[in-house]
């Protein structure tokens, strides 16, 4: 068990260009989520999955924003046309899931966007 | 919509001193939870409080829940300045919004010597 992996773990970008990272979940987990963090700020949540399917997506998302998780495996998550506004700290975390249980969510260290 | 407001925002103690952070939320829900952030760090899950009166305690740190007033605890103990850190708690909403957890802003925890 090597934890949740999220790969790269700084990108900066130029104002207008698409990003793209990547999550690997810890194996056998089920649950998957995406946050934002921006310095000061509590996590945000952005989206979640149970397995390939995306259950939940914040309001907050634009639709310059995508998730998926194909083979409820690894995740990723898409941002296209940046704006400086998505600079922040994208948070990936795993869980097992199940109806009753404790349910811990397990963060990955994170991707650091920064768009000029 | 959900609401989560921790107080204080920022805490300076004293080693050896007891304080506690408070975590007040707007809604019912069905989970409570605390992580722990250190600086350029990712988040470390502390516990997880799932039913009214739940108490879970791990070394200095001793948390509960109180769901009738919609507020959950975080007391230290005798701080150490390994404690220093920023503390979040993190509520997940009713069956509707199951997995999804809305994050209070944090209380930054400085123990000075």
């Known amino acids: 068990d090597t934890g949740v992996s999220q790969d790269p773990r700084h990108k900066i970008t130029k104002r207008g260009q698409n990003v793209t990272f990547r999550c690997d979940p810890i194996?056998?987990?089920?649950?998957l989520y995406w946050y934002r963090q921006t310095l000061g700020q509590g996590p945000e949540f952005l989206t979640y999955?149970?397995?390939?399917?995306?259950?939940?997506k914040s309001r907050l998302l634009s639709d310059r924003f995508s998730a998926e998780r194909p083979k409820g495996s690894f995740s990723t998550l898409e941002i296209q046309r940046t704006e400086q506004g998505d600079s922040a700290m994208y948070l990936c975390?795993?869980?097992?899931?199940?109806?009753?249980?404790?349910?811990?969510?397990?963060f990955g260290p994170g991707t650091r966007l920064t768009v000029l | 919509e959900l609401k989560v407001e921790q107080n204080p925002l920022f805490l300076s103690m004293q080693e050896g001193k007891n304080y506690t952070i408070y975590c007040n939320y707007s809604?019912?829900?069905?989970?409570l939870y605390w992580y722990r952030q250190d600086p350029g760090k990712s988040l470390e899950s502390l516990f997880v409080?799932?039913?009214?009166?739940a108490v879970k305690q791990e070394g200095r740190l001793m948390a509960s829940l109180d769901t009738k007033a919609r507020l959950s605890t975080l007391h230290i103990t005798a701080a150490v300045h390994d404690l220093s850190a920023t503390y979040f708690c993190?509520?997940?909403?009713?069956?509707?919004?199951?997995?999804?957890?809305?994050f209070g802003d944090g209380t930054t925890l400085t123990v000075k010597p």
């Open positions: 975390a795993s869980s097992k899931g199940g109806p009753r249980g404790t349910d811990t969510q397990y």
């Open positions: 194996s056998e987990h089920n649950r």
């Open positions: 999955f149970q397995n390939e399917a995306q259950l939940e």
């Open positions: 809604t019912t829900s069905d989970r």
């Open positions: 409080l799932l039913s009214n009166g």
């Open positions: 993190a509520v997940e909403g009713g069956h509707t919004n199951a997995g999804k957890s809305t």
